[in-house]
């Protein structure tokens, strides 16, 4: 059977429960958990196993504008309230958390979780923050492995959002000491405007802030040491419309832009040192001929990357070539979100459940273990869940769509 004879792909599952467009998705505990939130600032726990709520809360009084996971009990989310919020929130808090959602809810205001941090942020760009763990010289491996166990609190993190005054700055917080310790001023020599979208990148002692523009311009600033002057050594303007996202590999090599025009853009993201990049030009630029696509994301492999584009497609795309992969259409409504399960996720790839492997290789049923038969299906379940290559889209319908994908 050709390509072209081929039914449309059609999502895994379809989790309904948002009364409000979709704005933030994010896979969390060891892809156990999904994480939605929408325009009217609810944010919902969804268990990928059974595909249920575990939890729900309004956590801001305005849309989410992002949500990401610290460790493995913090959750972050941003909302237009002008509040950075981190909350605790386990498997075992989820038994205290209402389930409630949004579509069901009376009016009444649900138990939320316990709150760690409250930053105030500026939140007039629409700008999402930035996060990456503080990679300092003086932390050792064994505490960085016992910090990502959760043997103990999980190593600082950097946020970074839009600057307080200046809309075309950048402004970066240490948690959790929730100190502000840099700021990177808006460019003098070009005309930006707002930062639209942000993302950090850090090395040990060395920084990356990688931003995007209203303008179309794109930039790297890198840091070499906490306390030097901010360097820029990347700076092009592949689109004509206002940046909507951008997100770096995981290898730290490239990353890729997204605008409101059709322009899709690869960029160099520079050495290890942080040298001037001498040629400032984007690796690739391609005309997608579809305008308006958002909420990029590029998978963990580095394989693909993802848009949510406002003619409410899914496009998948190749990172390597930047060739459209496949186009995947089930909301009617503009999609804004999109986010992949982490499929290197060390946790995933080294454990098994319900059986276990002897020297010579033959698998027998871990019979030391002595658990039911139910809880070995429900174990099963659950690692089948984390194991799948989920994309997640979020919608203007407030419906999030399930993906199982290459």
């Given at each position: ?8 792909a059609q ?11 979709v ?14 939130g ?8 969804w ?14 009084d305005?849309?989410i504008?992002?949500?990401a996971s ?9 909302g237009?309230d002008n ?7 386990s498997?075992e808090?989820?038994n205290?958390m ?6 069901d809810?009376?009016?009444s ?17 629409f700008?999402?923050?930035?996060m990456c763990y503080?990679?300092l010289?003086t932390?050792?491996?064994?505490e960085?492995?016992?910090a ?5 609190s999980p190593?600082p993190?950097l ?28 460019e003098?020599s ?5 930062v ?6 850090a090395k ?6 990688i ?6 311009h ?5 840091q070499?040491?906490?306390q030097?002057?901010?360097q ?5 303007q592949?689109?004509?419309q ?5 997100a770096t ?21 520079g050495s ?21 696509q958002?909420?990029?994301?590029i998978?963990?492999d580095g394989r693909?990357?993802a848009?949510a ?7 998948v795309y190749?990172t390597k ?7 995947l259409?089930?909301?009617?409504d503009?999609c ?13 790839d080294?454990e098994?459940v ?6 010579e ?11 039911s038969?139910?809880t ?12 799948t ?8 319908d407030g ?5 199982d994908?290459?």
């Amino acid at each position: 059977m050709s390509t072209q004879q081929l039914p449309p792909a059609q999502p895994a599952y379809i989790l309904r429960g948002h009364t409000a467009q979709v704005h933030g998705l994010h896979f969390t505990q060891s892809n156990r958990r999904l994480l939605t939130g929408d325009a009217d600032g609810w944010i919902v726990s969804w268990s990928l196993a059974h595909k249920r709520p575990v939890a729900t809360w309004k956590g801001h009084d305005a849309a989410i504008l992002g949500l990401a996971s610290w460790g493995r009990d913090r959750v972050i989310t941003h909302g237009r309230d002008n509040r950075l919020i981190v909350w605790k929130l386990s498997s075992e808090d989820e038994n205290n958390m209402e389930i409630t959602l949004p579509v069901d809810n009376d009016g009444s205001a649900p138990k939320q979780p316990w709150i760690l941090h409250i930053l105030d942020v500026n939140t007039l760009n629409f700008c999402s923050f930035a996060m990456c763990y503080e990679q300092l010289s003086t932390t050792t491996s064994q505490e960085l492995t016992l910090a990502n166990s959760g043997k103990f609190s999980p190593r600082p993190i950097l946020i970074g959002v839009p600057n307080a005054m200046d809309s075309g700055g950048v402004d970066i917080f240490q948690i959790p000491s929730e100190m502000r310790i840099s700021v990177i001023g808006a460019e003098k020599s070009i005309n930006t405007g707002m930062v639209m979208a942000l993302s950090l990148q850090a090395k040990k002692d060395q920084l990356k802030v990688i931003t995007g523009y209203e303008s179309g311009h794109t930039m790297v600033f890198t840091q070499k040491s906490p306390q030097s002057e901010w360097q820029k050594i990347y700076s092009a303007q592949p689109h004509s419309q206002p940046v909507l996202a951008l997100a770096t590999s995981l290898s730290q090599e490239y990353y890729i832009t997204s605008s409101a025009d059709a322009i899709i853009a690869k960029h160099p993201l520079g050495s290890p040192g942080g040298t001037l990049i001498s040629d400032s030009r984007p690796i690739k630029i391609v005309s997608t001929k579809h305008s308006g696509q958002q909420g990029l994301r590029i998978r963990s492999d580095g394989r693909i990357f993802a848009t949510a584009g406002w003619d409410a497609r899914i496009r998948v795309y190749s990172t390597k070539t930047m060739k459209e992969l496949a186009v995947l259409k089930w909301h009617k409504d503009g999609c804004y979100a999109t986010a992949f399960a982490d499929i290197t996720d060390p946790d995933i790839d080294g454990e098994s459940v319900g059986e276990s492997t002897t020297p010579e290789g033959t698998v027998e049923m871990a019979v030391v273990r002595q658990v039911s038969t139910m809880t070995v299906a429900k174990e099963r379940r659950d690692q089948r869940a984390r194991w799948t290559h989920w994309l997640a889209a979020g919608s203007k319908d407030g419906k999030v769509s399930l993906w199982d994908i290459y």
